[in-house]
């Protein structure tokens, strides 16, 4: 059984920084490409940010100059460095693995709301 846990949500004022961390236990042989998503009230969940196990990134162009997404394979841990936080950020925010154990699938946190008042 493969776990997912996000942490460093919050209340951040527009402007501010907040850094979002996720950690993987379980059975996990290796993780390829690890990611953000976010969620706003309304909307379709969207991707903001992806990293593969080689190191390749990419980002959505709202974010893009603003959030740095990295990892640190060795922990099994993904990150989101999100800086000049603007209201319309404002989501809950879920990390996604896709992990070998040995066979592939999705795993997802349960989520950490980011609040940017304005």
């Known amino acids: 059984q493969v776990q997912l846990v996000e942490s460093g949500g919050g209340l951040v004022r527009a402007g501010g920084s907040l850094r979002l961390s996720c950690v993987a236990s379980?059975?996990?042989?290796?993780?390829?490409?690890m990611g953000w998503y976010r969620q706003a009230p309304g909307k379709q969940r969207e991707l903001v940010a992806t990293?593969?196990?080689?190191?390749?990134?990419g980002y959505v162009d709202s974010v893009k100059g603003r959030f740095t997404i990295s990892r640190d394979s060795a922990k099994n841990s993904v990150y989101l460095q999100m800086n000049s936080l603007k209201p319309e950020d404002t989501a809950v925010y879920y990390c996604?693995?896709?992990?070998?154990?040995?066979?592939?699938?999705?795993?997802w946190g349960q989520g950490t709301q980011v609040t940017v008042s304005s």
């Open positions: 990293i593969t196990s080689g190191g390749g990134t």
């Open positions: 996604n693995m896709e992990a070998f154990t040995p066979r592939r699938s999705d795993y």
């Open positions: 379980g059975a996990i042989f290796s993780i390829d490409v």
